[in-house]
């Protein structure tokens, strides 16, 4: 049984995209579009979640994701409440599931976490109250399912669909928690080519039980994708004995507009963001008509708002 | 003349549970009863004080506590701003008075004020403009009044009353802002016997002048309590010269399952939190059905908003 | 053509005072008048900016003015969300350009940024979206202009005007920006006489181009002054090459009441804020009749409710 559905069937916590029917994803981006409109109304704001408590408890900081549901919850316009336990309780030496029983019991509707552990979302959620909601803003390297889903958006919106796309992700799998919740995604929404393209070293050994292709050279696993899905190659990765040097990393796996060549002429080009310009991406290609990377942060908001509502809002 | 009172007797500034009469002491627990139920509705909101400005002013770090401050103010609809002094104008030279006397000029309507050294917030109530109210969310090692409040409302809910408790306060009392509000409010409350249980290198000298008996044995000080309030151990005592090891502290006087049978069968345990599991209480007790902690969280909500909304809501 | 004007001459961008008109000053002043009750009234909120999104991006940490900036706009209704970049995505290597493009996507209304380098702020309004506001709340030297205009305020408030006034800014000009804002702002509005009063190793070079007459001494820089506007002496340079001691400052530079004698009786003192008792500023000056600190700090709030009104509430 699916810990993140209720008994008859809908969504109940947002934990990973692995094990999610399709029927639900659908129904999130389905949701989404439906908020998508709200950014650019003169009052942003509609009440589905008024007097709602979402609390946004990041054990690892990230400005930036944690703000993307702040906005999202005040949009919906419940009350949000920000914590940063790294620098709190946990160092007080206050066990997690006493940290979180704490924060149950102020009688919260729903939990936003992110920690280095994979797995944290997952135990928060069996121990919280029946009503809390849990969602995953990132646990490890196992799971970032709001971003697999905002992709999804971003993927369906420029391309109609996934039935005939040939997708790539590039880079760092191997630590990457984005790559997970995006092959998850694809694959459960029938998109019939999903490759990785990686050198050897950043890959995980099962990864083609995944269901993907594995290619080790650019200009074969770019060759006539529909969609390019750069990951970020995080910064303690580049001292690391995995890798030669940034530089090196750029020549042979930096998306250039020359290597952006051998995908479909109208391919497009995501990145979850932050940048390492002149690393995994270069600018021209950042910057370029193929980029769709500031359209997945305005999408990111509404999907949040779609999972948010979903799971608060009474459906 | 008792500076946390109006002249005809109402709360104006809740600084210290020392010298609070039982009227004001009920009269904050029975409101906190009827904001209890807030936080089980759809909308966990009351209009109480809507377009009040409550600061969170904490000079110490304290996310838990800031949280539960944050949360019942904005279940009131009050603006919530937090402000973490300690990183900021103090560290710029300005003194306590002056960083307070300018946040008052930004028209606040209510400082709750978290301070390491004692006396702080009382020394802030005394030079605010007339109208700002002030909450004490722990000065030093002398009161955390909200803290104690919301323990004699859980004592009130599970035992009914105070006239017929024995109850004992358990560990470190010398460093512990909560035991003496505890201690305060239970002799005003007239609860008939007070013990304090602990090792006399953390009891402070005139403990006894509180109007408690003192006890150095568990198997003595806990025999047929109605309710054990049990203290945090911080964690800089656990290497101090007045303690052998966090082991035999546990040994000593650590809440077991054995020591708490000397108690009455249907006696409560209470803890402010954080809790270290193994060292002032065992897990067994602390995930244990005579463990009443989590309703204090949950109780800690209703007391501080029956506090804030005395205070700046007309009463 | 002036980046902080619409084509039909509206407010757009606050970034610097340096160029702004001397009729969009005086809007601004006078807005803010009727914003000063607001303060005052049992709810203090007005719904002009509701369901806007106002970003404090703070790539610089200060609380206090983050703070003023984060009440003026939930006194508009506004939704607030504060970022401290320092600590993040910056730290992740991101640039300054693709951190603003990111939080443009998220659908922001209006960023308040302060940054360490002079032209943050311009940078950041030649690159958002063009229906996002920029205000800038400190960059490097360069400009504080809401800080500016709330001297201004004070001092219209205060001395009725600006065209008979004579106004001395004392201390260390050469590293404030208030001290260039202030400046700005006085000569536009048609002060006849701005005086420094400053050592010489504290004034920027250029420092008479700006309009201003140069005093080394505080005899009589002050001499007959109607409003005494002391920067404050950052800690930093207390320890510099620059200067003797903070006690040699004192004697020299320091407002004392003897000192304040050569203004006129009536003259006014500003300071904006954290004050360094007893070293530029003596407590009995701080603390005497002729301060308008506190004032200012109240003006603040309301000049700022007027500024991003005037922005983005459609004017």
New interface residues.
Partial sequence: MNEQLTEDGRLKHLLTLDGLPARILTQILDTAESFLTV???????VPLL????I?NVFFE????TR??F??AA??LSA?V?N???G???QS????LL??V???????ADMFVVRHSAAGAAHLIARHVAPHIRVVNAGDGRAAHPTQGLLDMFTLRRFKGGFHTLRVAVVGDVLHSRVARSQIHALTTLGCPEVRVVAPKTLLPRDVESMGVHVFHKMEEGLRDVDAVLMLRLQ?ERMQGARLPSAGEYYKRWGLTPEKLKFAKPDAIVLHP?????GVEIDSAVADGVQAVI?????FG?AVRMAVMSMLAGGQ
Same sequence: chains 1, 2, 3.
């Fill in positions: 950014g650019d109304k003169e009052v942003k704001k008024r007097g709602k408590a609390f900081n990230s400005t930036r703000t993307t702040e906005i005040k949009r009350d409440v914590l940063n336990i620098t709190s309780s007080k030496g206050e066990t006493d940290t029983a704490n924060l149950s019991a102020m009688q910064n963001g932050p940048m390492n310009r500031l359209p997945q942060v305005t908001i």
